[in-house]
């Protein structure tokens, strides 16, 4: 996402990249960035707390106003946990990545049935 | 890092971690676990472009690009295999017509609450709530985790940010998993 967020900012567009890993987005370096230190797939937020997923955003989108640095990390003040036991737990579980399929990999069965139809809203893909 | 360069170890021996939790020696470990050929880590020693924001958030139409693997229920799904292709989503859609496809993360949470990679209703909120000036009528979604990153730079970061062009943004947030 660092390398969308470079390209984007060069064309004129003020970027802020949202991570929950910060020594990827470090390596990348994009123009500005917010580290959330919670679990992956969680960049934005805990599910179901939308006022805690409010104040996540309020906190990264102001580095808009207060960044003045290319390369600036902030790291946003919220925590997962009290214990923080999700990141051993990060590490114990190894591998848990799925085979890498080139096929469409849809969340349930009537998903696949309707974009078979054709009858998906507008721009269903929008390959190269 | 961990002194011997993995993961496992800086957490070992009922050590409490401490700090962010470094992905890359994690993410090196199992691609050569998997067999795959070591992945080339984008690292930018340079100082990164820069284009201060012109206005201040209240005036600004924001765009949004989530790399999660989110699609709308309708559309062809992501496939996991170095899939560089993204997805529309308007910005009025209605949440529950959100599904979440991704081979690097735990989904549970995003099937259920889609706002935790793609902030839909946040940001719509922080629009009525006069933080922000207004949303682009379309956000932009794709998987990462591609292998490539040639195919990012040359290929999906340019046909992005020519989208995102398109919608005249005044600002864009982007959000990996």
Same mark, same amino acid.
């Given at each position: 996402?660092?390398?969308?967020?470079?390209?984007?900012?060069?064309?004129?567009?003020?970027?802020?990249?949202?991570?929950?890993?910060?020594?990827?987005?470090?390596?990348?370096?994009?123009?500005?960035?917010?580290?959330?230190?919670?679990?992956?797939?969680?960049?934005?937020?805990? %599910?179901?707390?939308?006022?805690?997923?409010?104040?996540?955003?309020?906190?990264?989108?102001?580095?808009?106003?207060?960044?003045?640095?290319?390369?600036?990390?902030?790291?946003?003040?919220?925590?997962?946990?009290?214990?923080?036991?999700?990141?051993?737990?990060?590490?114990?579980?190894?591998?848990?990545?799925?085979?890498?399929?080139?096929?469409?990999?849809?969340?349930?069965?009537?998903?696949?049935?309707?974009?078979?139809?054709?009858?998906? %809203?507008?721009?269903?893909?929008?390959?190269? | 890092?961990?002194?011997?360069?993995?993961?496992? =170890?800086?957490?070992?021996?009922?050590?409490?971690?401490?700090?962010?939790?470094?992905?890359?020696?994690?993410? #090196?470990?199992? !691609?050569? #676990?998997?067999?795959?050929?070591?992945?080339?880590?984008?690292?930018?020693?340079?100082?990164?472009?820069?284009?201060?924001?012109?206005?201040?958030?209240?005036?600004?139409?924001?765009?949004?690009?989530? *790399?999660?693997?989110?699609?709308? =229920?309708?559309?062809?799904?992501?496939?996991?295999? +170095? +899939?560089?292709?993204?997805?529309?989503?308007?910005?009025?859609?209605?949440?529950?017509?959100?599904?979440?496809?991704?081979? =690097? !993360?735990?989904? *549970? +949470?995003?099937?259920?609450?889609?706002?935790?990679?793609?902030?839909?209703?946040?940001?719509?909120?922080?629009?009525?709530?006069?933080?922000?000036?207004?949303?682009?009528?379309?956000? !932009?979604?794709?998987?990462?985790?591609?292998? *490539?990153? #040639?195919?990012? *730079?040359? +290929?999906?970061?340019?046909?992005?940010?020519? #989208?995102?062009?398109?919608?005249?943004?005044?600002?864009?947030?982007?959000?990996?998993?």
């Amino acid at each position: 996402m660092g390398l969308v967020a470079r390209h984007a900012e060069a064309a004129g567009i003020p970027t802020l990249c949202m991570t929950s890993a910060r020594d990827i987005t470090r390596a990348v370096n994009p123009p500005r960035a917010a580290f959330l230190d919670f679990p992956l797939g969680h960049t934005t937020g805990k %599910p179901h707390e939308p006022d805690l997923q409010r104040r996540i955003l309020v906190e990264a989108l102001s580095s808009f106003g207060t960044m003045t640095a290319p390369g600036s990390m902030k790291e946003l003040p919220f925590r997962w946990s009290e214990d923080e036991e999700w990141k051993a737990k990060a590490f114990a579980e190894g591998d848990d990545r799925t085979p890498r399929h080139d096929t469409p990999q849809y969340q349930n069965e009537e998903d696949r049935r309707r974009a078979e139809q054709g009858n998906s %809203p507008s721009c269903p893909i929008c390959r190269s | 890092m961990a002194p011997n360069g993995t993961g496992l =170890a800086h957490y070992g021996n009922g050590e409490k971690p401490v700090g962010p939790v470094d992905y890359i020696p994690r993410i #090196r470990d199992n !691609y050569a #676990r998997l067999g795959y050929k070591a992945y080339n880590w984008v690292v930018n020693r340079d100082t990164p472009p820069w284009a201060p924001l012109r206005k201040p958030l209240s005036q600004c139409r924001l765009g949004l690009a989530a *790399s999660g693997g989110i699609y709308v =229920a309708g559309q062809v799904a992501f496939h996991y295999k +170095d +899939d560089i292709s993204f997805r529309e989503i308007p910005t009025d859609v209605d949440t529950k017509e959100l599904r979440a496809t991704h081979f =690097a !993360y735990d989904l *549970s +949470d995003a099937r259920t609450d889609p706002n935790v990679v793609f902030p839909i209703d946040t940001l719509r909120r922080l629009v009525r709530e006069g933080f922000l000036g207004g949303l682009a009528s379309r956000f !932009y979604t794709f998987m990462g985790g591609i292998y *490539s990153s #040639r195919r990012v *730079s040359e +290929d999906l970061a340019p046909r992005l940010t020519e #989208r995102l062009l398109e919608d005249g943004v005044d600002a864009v947030l982007l959000v990996p998993v």
